[in-house]
């Protein structure tokens, strides 16, 4: 279960923010899914949070924490920029973005 954290810089962000999460959470599971690995859109877990305090490197920071498949490792850069090519397509609602893509080969759910 892939979990996505957005950390926002304004209460105004997550509000536009709110619009795309269904779109959001398809695209990222399509970019997730590998051969090994088919992700569905309700598997991926996403929260969006507005720190108290911050020095960001972007307007939207995605952080996405995901199982490491071989195939992912391979594409990893790809599918960080294809994220944030979908976020900045939304172009109205976000000036930068930058996004991280964490593979680990624990993890564990219930």
Same mark, same amino acid.
């Given at each position: @279960? ?42 991926? /877990? ?9 020095? /960001? ?5 995605? &952080? ?22 979908? @976020?900045?397509? &939304?172009? /109205? ?18």
């Amino acid at each position: @279960m892939p979990l996505v954290s957005i950390y926002v810089s304004s209460e105004k962000k997550v509000n536009a923010l709110k619009g795309i999460l269904p779109e959001l959470r398809e695209f990222i599971a399509n970019e997730l899914t590998c051969k090994e690995r088919t992700i569905q859109p309700e598997e991926i /877990s996403i929260q969006i949070l507005v720190p108290s305090a911050h020095l /960001s490197i972007a307007d939207i920071e995605i &952080k996405i924490i995901a199982y490491s498949y071989p195939e992912r490792i391979k594409n990893q850069d790809k599918i960080c920029l294809a994220i944030k090519n979908f @976020m900045l397509s &939304k172009k /109205s609602f976000f000036d930068s973005v930058f996004v991280w893509l964490q593979l680990s080969e624990l993890g564990h759910s219930l």
